[in-house]
């Protein structure tokens, strides 16, 4: 699995590696851009956003592409733009300017088939609460057209230790619980690109470990690419191969965790973070 | 269109019937009260035919009530069970999934023809046992005019989940006020006829209009007017086209300038 391998590389890539990766290309990869990582075929591309909400800009020149097995931390402040730019690339609002593609698909004219390869979950959304949790999970199953919903219903259940809360009616989880519940109803359809709102937020220190393990196994097993968002920075370091820094729509910084916090001078991402966010707009910061 | 999408679609809805049975109460609760003042209206009138003539209006009014509730309904549940995703703040999650805006509407209206099915099915028993009253000695002609009704009801509730998209919870009350606001030039209770000329013409632009007109041509003289059920299908295969091109409009709208995640998120 090309993701996998470049996602674990060392920077002196083996020769057998680049070889591999030749071969590849030429037997597998479409054609099309190829990303800083000099991956696989982009998931996905988001080229030049601009997003304004009246008079006030909520994205500016937004660009960033994520590869097959890859998971990318979109970090910043309250504000910084983070569930908007997630909502273009859903499709929920559309860019003043600049364009999304998924898949080499364009999301707005091919929406069904890009969405039956993706999926969501953010603490901002809800499944219907009068529904028990097994029954919410069957009629997703049924909407993204999972072949064997019962086995898949029990394997995710089981793999985010929500199993022998099946017959709870979900308006009474609580919210660490409804979270995973979450994470089951995106993980259903076996997305090949998931985005994450603060997938983490409201779960306890033990359950937010063990699902940042899953997170990882599924992205190392199946090769998802996922787009996360957190305010949580050991989420980010530990499930984040790259993250990019937004400030008030713009990207301030971008790289793997230990690139950004060694080109800050900080010790750690927490670090980095409160520079950002309290020096405002520092590309000389960052250089 | 996938059958699959809509069949999952629907299952939501019978979940939520079978969770909460208390739901099913206010699905028999006001038919079954309806039921109950108009026989025994019917009874009492039944019973001083004997005496005076019954004047016609009597009956023009019940079978205005009648059929006003079918189109209500409808509309209730059409709205309702986009309601039900609004209030669950499920909708985020229906956007983003593959589901098409057509799945979607036709599953609530699948939803309606159950739930009109249910409350059929019971006040037909009730009133057998009740009233003595047999469905099957039922004026057969009116069936067309339920259908149309309930089509135009099904409409009405798109432009009211139209509406909710649009301005949010706070239009709910607009939402559930949609149906009264054809009501006045509907001639639901009295003939268009009598309306003047600027209100006619409003009438006859609502498929409801000559169904209300076919109603007391049934039951004043036993024969349902082709023409006005013609009518009334073509004017309601326009509204629905109306009514989804709405509905489009208004997501796409919410895409553009941001107001879709405000409404379905928290
Ligand atoms: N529908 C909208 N209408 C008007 N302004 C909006 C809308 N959606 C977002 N904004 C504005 O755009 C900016 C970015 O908001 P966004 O929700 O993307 O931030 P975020 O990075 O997700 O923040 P948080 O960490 O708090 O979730 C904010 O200033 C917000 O007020
Ligand atoms: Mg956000």
């Not at chain 1, 979950?121 to 997703?140: E, M």
């Not at chain 2, 432009?159 to 001639?187: D, Y």
Request: charged letters at 15%; a neutral charge.
């Amino acid at each position: 699995m090309a993701g996998v391998i470049i996602v674990t590389g060392s920077p002196g890539k083996p020769a057998a590696d680049a070889d591999a990766d030749c071969l590849w290309n030429a037997i597998a990869r479409p054609r099309g851009p190829v990303t800083d990582h000099g991956m696989s075929e982009p998931v996905l591309v988001v080229d030049r956003l601009h997003r304004m909400f009246g008079e006030s800009v909520a994205l500016e020149n937004l660009s960033f592409s994520l590869s097959r097995g890859e998971v990318v931390g979109l970090l910043g402040a309250n504000g910084a733009g983070k569930t908007t730019a997630m909502s273009i690339i859903l499709g929920l609002t559309t860019a003043t300017s600049g364009s999304v593609s998924i898949f080499g698909m364009d999301p707005l004219k091919n929406r069904i088939a890009v969405l039956r390869r993706t999926n969501y979950a953010s603490a901002y959304t809800d499944l219907p609460g009068n529904l028990s949790v097994a029954q919410n999970l069957r009629v997703f199953a049924g909407i993204y057209g999972v072949k064997k919903p019962v086995p898949k219903i029990h394997e995710l259940l089981e793999m985010l230790e929500i199993a022998h809360l099946k017959d709870r009616t979900t308006g009474h989880l609580s919210a660490g619980e409804s979270t995973r519940l979450h994470l089951c109803k995106a993980l259903l359809n076996d997305p090949e690109l998931l985005l994450l709102d603060e997938p983490t937020a409201s779960l306890d220190p033990d359950i937010a470990d063990k699902v940042r393990k899953i997170l990882r196994r599924i992205q190392q097993e199946r090769g998802i690419a996922i787009l996360y968002t957190s305010h949580n920075m050991r989420d980010i370091e530990e499930v984040c191969d790259r993250v990019i820094f937004m400030h008030q729509g713009k990207v301030v910084t971008e790289g793997s965790p230990a690139q950004v916090i060694s080109r800050f001078n900080e010790t750690s991402m927490e670090d980095v973070f409160i520079r950002i966010v309290r020096d405002g707009d520092l590309e000389a910061v960052g250089k | 269109m996938s059958p699959g999408v809509i069949q999952a679609l629907v299952l939501r809805h019978l979940y939520l019937y079978r969770r909460n049975p208390i739901r099913l109460v206010e699905l028999l609760f006001w038919p079954i009260m309806e039921m109950m003042v108009w026989g025994n209206l019917s009874v009492w009138l039944d019973k001083s035919k004997g005496g005076a003539q019954i004047p016609t209006f009597i009956p023009y009014l019940i079978g205005g009530v009648i059929l006003w509730d079918v189109l209500f309904r409808a509309q209730q549940a059409v709205a309702i069970s986009f309601l039900e995703d609004v209030w669950t703040k499920n909708l985020v999650n229906i956007l983003v999934a593959p589901v098409r805006p057509l799945e979607y509407v036709i599953s609530g209206c699948i939803v309606g023809l159950l739930r009109i099915g249910v409350t059929v099915i019971v006040l037909s028993i009730l009133a057998a046992s009740a009233f003595h009253f047999n469905v099957l000695q039922f004026h057969w002609n009116l069936v067309p005019f339920f259908g149309l009704l309930m089509l135009f009801g099904w409409t009405l509730g798109l432009i009211s989940s139209a509406l909710i998209l649009r301005w949010g919870q706070g239009a709910e009350s607009l939402a559930w006020a949609v149906p009264f606001l054809i009501q006045p030039v509907a001639a639901v209770y009295y003939p268009i006829g009598d309306l003047p000329w600027w209100a006619q013409t409003l009438g006859w632009l609502l498929p409801c209009t000559p169904v209300f007109e076919g109603m007391r041509g049934v039951l004043s003289h036993g024969t349902a007017d082709l023409r006005l059920l013609g009518l009334s299908v073509v004017s309601n295969l326009v509204w629905m086209a109306f009514g989804a091109g709405i509905y489009l409009y208004v997501l796409n709208a919410g895409r553009r300038n941001g107001t879709l995640t405000r409404v379905t998120s928290h």
